[in-house]
């Protein structure tokens, strides 16, 4: 079944310390994969995305994610992390672009 | 533009009562999706739709059904509410390209009782 294992449920790290999450998918012969951000209470942003092209892809607010097909994974950095970061983190993949499929979500919290 | 918006916000049902969840998005995309948010189980997909009048069954359809008469709104139907239907509702939309990425509302939160 085509899916997208987040392997870290619970992410603690201190603010300016870097940080990442973790994220792998299924591996297919063409793959789309997303990165989106989920503030308390509200809806999912996105993040950055990687269609083709350059591995490494640069997001919003400081974030990077570097796509590696051999191991099939998007995992998302960030080299200092602020307060604002907390936050809840999806990895997101779609194949056909009918259906995306997402992780269970990663929950980033800046310690002071 | 408004983006993508949810109506209503909050919900309270009893067991066995019914509700329509409204979906509504003002930026012309074709497909639209029903999502439920449950804790340590991320998004799964309930229901789609690829166009105005179509709609499709996703990851998890059972207890919800929905329609998509206008392409502007995707209605999400629950006939017969039951506990194990207290999630939290997103609603997205895409232009449904592979490279296109979802645009989501700010969620309704229901609880069954």
């Known amino acids: 079944a085509q899916s997208v294992t987040q392997l870290d449920s619970q992410v603690p790290v201190f603010e300016e310390a870097p940080v990442e999450l973790r994220c792998n998918y299924s591996?297919?012969?063409?793959?789309?994969l997303f990165w989106y951000v989920q503030y308390p209470n509200q809806g999912l942003q996105l993040l950055l995305k990687?269609?083709?092209?350059?591995?490494l892809v640069k997001g919003i607010n400081g974030f990077e994610a570097e796509f590696n097909k051999s191991q099939t994974s998007f995992h998302l950095r960030k080299p200092s992390v602020h307060i604002s970061d907390t936050a809840e983190y999806f990895c997101?993949?779609?194949?056909?672009?009918?259906?995306?499929?997402f992780g269970t979500g990663t929950s980033l919290t800046v310690i002071p | 533009n408004a983006g993508v918006t949810q109506t209503p916000k909050f919900r309270v049902l009893k067991t066995g009562q019914s509700m329509t969840l409204l979906c509504a998005q003002d930026?012309?995309?074709?497909?639209m999706y029903w999502y439920r948010q449950d804790p340590g189980m991320g998004l799964r997909l309930i229901h789609y739709s690829v166009g105005e009048g179509t709609t499709a069954k996703g990851e998890v359809p059972d207890g919800y059904n929905v329609s998509r008469l206008k392409k502007q709104n995707f209605l999400l139907g629950l006939e017969s509410a039951a506990p194990s239907q207290t999630s939290v509702y997103f609603c997205?939309?895409?232009?449904?390209?592979?490279?296109?990425?979802?645009?989501f509302g700010p969620g309704t939160r229901l609880t069954v009782t």
């Open positions: 997101a993949v779609t194949y056909t672009g009918n259906q995306f499929y």
């Open positions: 990687y269609l083709s092209g350059s591995t």
């Open positions: 591996s297919s012969v063409s793959v789309y």
């Open positions: 997205a939309s895409t232009w449904g390209w592979r490279d296109s990425e979802q645009y």
């Open positions: 930026m012309n995309h074709e497909y």
